[in-house]
């Protein structure tokens, strides 16, 4: 079997490996065969081999005749839309299944959205982590952010055009509005565009995003663990004094310190 990463975009970013690939390989596994036979033909190749579809809702109930194929000797080349399969695409089961089996899993590497998007950010790219799609439900959504509040690596997300809006917002929430990120949309495409600056002023500007989007988040800024929640109180409670509104004074140490507005204002409330 062998995973095979295709163009995130622009045809001519394909390897001579992958045509090759795809005019040799026995089976090809695409998670779209109409973009698969697009790409072919952008490459000027021709797919001899049998070509199936692999998408999300039908990817468990083919991966027996696949792994049958494999077994016989034959080339199954598992290609999704765009960048490498497995990354937040239809394959890892399949790799698990043939990994168990002990069948042959190689690669015919190629382009990644989630290592471009870091590249083009200007963020810390050293260490980073990968968080793929956030949950859909709003609770959900929240609970996974908060969970990465104290994340101090560089975070990679993908999101749908139609939920940006709503996960930003939920970013701000979580993060703060001055943590630093990067909306990087249709990368290596005509419209290719990367937003540099702060969650709050990303989110501003969500509704007019448009395409294919990935966001890289900068990670929690080391002062984030080293202030406690009396020290937190103590900075509100003297903007109070001063003549702040309780609301505007936790905005502001919140943004201050790079921490989310919830954990100051829970700093500022609580007991004693």
């Given amino acids: 079997m062998v995973l095979a990463g295709t163009p995130l975009g622009r045809p001519a970013d394909a390897s001579s490996a992958l045509c ?22 952008d490459l000027g ?8 579809s692999y998408y999300e809702s039908v990817e468990q109930a083919r991966i027996p005749r696949l792994l049958d194929r494999i077994r016989q000797g034959d080339t199954v080349a598992v290609v999704t839309d765009a960048g490498m399969p497995s990354v937040s695409d239809p394959g890892y089961r399949l790799v698990a299944a043939a990994a168990e089996a002990g069948l042959p899993i190689t690669t015919v590497p190629g382009p990644s959205a989630v290592i471009t998007a870091l590249a083009l950010s200007g963020l810390p790219s050293d260490r980073f982590c990968f968080e793929g799609f956030l949950p859909r439900k709003a609770g959900d959504r929240g609970r996974a952010l908060a969970a990465l509040a104290d994340e101090p690596r560089t975070m990679v997300f993908f999101e749908s055009v139609h939920r940006l809006a709503e996960s930003l ?16 949309r249709e990368l290596t495409k005509t419209y290719e565009e990367v937003r540099r600056g702060t969650l ?19 990670g929690a800024p080391a002062v984030l663990r080293e202030v406690d929640d009396a020290t937190l109180r103590a900075a509100v409670d003297a903007l109070v004094d001063a003549g702040s509104s309780r609301r505007d004074a936790v905005d502001r ?6 921490l989310p507005r919830r954990k100051v204002y829970a700093a500022a409330t609580a007991p004693g």
Wanted: proline share 1%.
């Fill in 253 to 258: 140490i919140a943004a201050q310190h790079g």
């Fill in 200 to 218: 709050g002023e990303l989110a501003a500007g969500a509704a007019t995003a448009r395409g294919e989007i990935t966001l890289v988040v900068a």
């Fill in 20 to 41: 090759e690939l795809l005019a040799e390989a026995d089976v090809v596994a695409a998670e779209d065969t109409r973009r698969l036979h697009r790409l072919a033909d």
């Fill in 169 to 184: 917002a939920a970013m701000v929430e979580a993060f703060g509005a001055d943590r630093p990120a990067a909306l990087c």
């Fill in 45 to 52: 190749v021709t797919v001899r081999g049998a070509v199936v």
